[in-house]
């Protein structure tokens, strides 16, 4: 019998009463499991086994395939549900890690990463856009795409008022050292947004989701680590462009 903690990040009905759950689990990364009877209506395991449920799983395994054997809910984000830029938000969230969190890569900071953002999102403390920003970069940085933020690249400056991102690259140059001829692609910004990357690719989770920035430079932020996470992980996802839909009807 193997026991793990997980979070359920994405369901599929098979047949009538059974389901696969795709889960994240700090030790094994994400697995999916053969929940049977979960979709059944009074079924033992169908809260414990549901979208966004955080629960303790006792499976078997076959080969390679796990199936769930009872499960204990620890804690179910039912207040993800509350509006639809909670859904959107977490959906958008659990297919990135679906995609770049394979089977075996177990990492206790991407799983208390979710559980934090989780939290504070199905609470409301803190808002949707800053949410996304520490998910998108501090991810990115978890599973190996740290940025080089440290200075400019060339002269090594640590607090230029104005400055100039990459995305692509992964760096930074300041106002004397960037030149047009450097590369396209740089975004200018400015200081407090600097000290945010800064702060959200190196804080103690204790403090990750503890800054201030303005409303404009939060949308800055936002826009940067989604390009940086879209940058690196080539690739686009179906439920942000859904999110940014649903972000409109809240502005
Ligand atoms: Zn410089």
């Given amino acids: ?21 795709d889960v994240l689990t ?21 809260s414990s086994a549901q979208l966004f449920a955080y629960s303790k799983f006792c499976m078997n395994k076959k080969g390679n395939r796990y199936y769930l054997n009872s499960a204990e809910p620890i804690h179910i984000f039912y207040g993800l549900r509350d509006s639809l830029q909670k859904i959107a938000l977490a959906s958008y969230f659990s297919e990135v890690l679906t995609y770049c969190i ?21 609470s409301g403390k803190r808002e949707p856009e800053m949410l ?7 991810l990115m940085a978890e599973i190996g795409f740290m940025p080089d933020i440290v200075g400019c690249r060339m002269c090594g400056v640590y607090e230029p008022e104005t400055l100039y991102f990459s995305e692509k690259s992964s760096c930074f140059y300041c106002e004397d050292c960037f030149s ?13 947004v600097l000290s945010a990357l800064r ?4 804080a103690d989770f204790n403090r990750l989701f503890n800054f201030r920035i303005s409303d404009s430079a ?19 996802f179906q439920t942000l462009n859904y999110y940014k839909d649903i972000r409109k009807i809240y502005e």
């Fill in 1 to 21: 019998m193997i026991i793990q903690e997980g979070i359920v990040l994405r369901e599929r009905l098979v047949g009538e009463h059974d389901k696969f759950i």
């Fill in 26 to 46: 700090k030790n094994s990364g994400i697995i999916e499991i053969t929940a049977k009877g979960a979709g059944k209506i009074g079924g033992k395991s169908r």
């Fill in 102 to 122: 394979d089977e075996d890569c177990g990492s206790e900071d991407v799983m208390r990463l979710v559980l934090n953002t989780f939290h504070y999102l199905e």
């Fill in 132 to 138: 996304k920003a520490i998910f998108e970069l501090r």
């Fill in 180 to 192: 047009d001829a450097v590369d396209k692609g740089y975004t200018k910004i400015k200081l407090p």
């Fill in 199 to 202: 702060h959200i690719v190196l």
């Fill in 218 to 236: 939060m949308l800055t932020l936002s826009a940067i680590t989604e390009n940086y996470l879209i940058e690196h992980l080539e690739r686009r």
